[in-house]
């Protein structure tokens, strides 16, 4: 049995984030890492490889040369193999063009399980799990808090807001987990030294059987204007008085925004 984990480089969440003149992000300005979410993706894997369930992790990214630095941390983590999808028809790449490059490449993979993190960091869509089980016509196990897989069935456990559901189909499935799944673990130094014999192999669109033009740009949207959040108000502290006093602040304070 093999899982695929689709893993995204990201910028670092604290980075400052800038954007090139067609207000695409401007990924080469600030510190990459792991999609944060997609670790907890990479956590269950592993711990479905160590209990002998699944006889392989693979990992696979759709980006710039730079992805690449992604999937070597992934391997530093665990797992066997990468794959690294990158075109220069993928520039500005929105989640249409994503989920459609990452059926294709999982076509030609044929995992049992494809294991996503349930959103990415930057976008935060959390479309492309769905999109990308559309597009292969495969049954979409997602927000799963764990996965278990047994007689080739996949199964996950999805919290809800008095318990949770027990929801299982048949492999092969497509499948996104969450942050409930358990703290992801860190690269030890014989990890990071293993991945850089793992075998990591790059593949680009002619090699996936799509043309530039099926992609139509590699985007069905278009951005019309970015701008920053608006700045908040600057915090009142009240501090230093007699209690009594400090309790009528607030309460004014309460009282002028109609909050009480």
């Known amino acids: 049995m093999k899982i695929v984990v689709c893993v995204k480089q990201v910028p670092a969440t604290t980075a400052e984030?800038?954007?090139?003149?067609?207000?695409?992000?401007?990924?080469?300005?600030?510190?990459?890492?792991?999609?944060?979410?997609?670790?907890?993706a990479i956590e269950q894997a592993l711990r479905l490889q160590?209990?002998?369930?699944?006889?392989?992790?693979?990992?696979?990214?759709?980006g710039p040369e730079q992805a690449s630095e992604a999937l070597r941390r992934a391997l530093?983590?665990?797992?066997?193999?990468?794959?690294?999808?990158?075109?220069?028809g993928l520039a500005g790449a929105d989640l249409w063009a994503t989920a459609r490059v990452l059926a294709a490449a999982l076509d030609k993979l044929a995992p049992d399980v494809a294991l996503m993190g349930m959103a990415s960091d930057d976008a935060k869509g959390s479309l492309v799990p769905g999109a990308v089980a559309a597009i292969r016509g495969l049954p979409l196990l997602s927000y799963g808090s764990e996965l278990r897989l047994e007689d080739s069935v996949a199964r996950i456990r999805r919290?809800?807001?008095?318990?949770?559901?027990?929801?299982?189909?048949?492999?092969?499935?497509?499948?996104?987990?969450?942050?409930?799944?358990?703290?992801?673990?860190?690269?030890?130094?014989?990890?990071?030294?293993?991945?850089?014999?793992?075998p990591l192999e790059t593949w680009s669109l002619a090699d996936l059987g799509i043309s530039a033009d099926e992609l139509r740009g590699?985007?069905?949207?278009?951005?019309?204007?970015?701008?920053?959040?608006e700045a908040k108000a600057p915090t009142?502290?009240?501090?230093?008085?007699?209690?009594?006093?400090?309790?009528?602040r607030i309460a004014d304070w309460l009282a002028a925004r109609?909050?009480?």
Do not use: C
Request: proline letters at 7%; zero cysteines.
């Open 159 to 198: 919290l809800n807001a008095t318990g949770y559901d027990i929801i299982e189909a048949p492999l092969p499935v497509i499948a996104s987990v969450t942050d409930q799944v358990g703290e992801p673990r860190y690269a030890s130094l014989k990890g990071i030294m293993a991945a850089k014999r793992k």
């Open 236 to 248: 009142e502290r009240i501090e230093s008085i007699p209690p009594e006093e400090a309790a009528t």
């Open 258 to 260: 109609k909050l009480i």
């Open 17 to 40: 984030k800038r954007y090139t003149s067609d207000f695409r992000l401007d990924r080469t300005s600030a510190e990459s890492v792991i999609n944060p979410l997609d670790e907890y």
């Open 50 to 62: 160590e209990a002998g369930t699944v006889e392989s992790v693979a990992y696979l990214s759709m």
């Open 218 to 229: 590699a985007a069905l949207t278009r951005v019309i204007e970015v701008r920053p959040p």
């Open 76 to 88: 530093a983590m665990g797992g066997d193999e990468a794959y690294l999808v990158t075109d220069g």
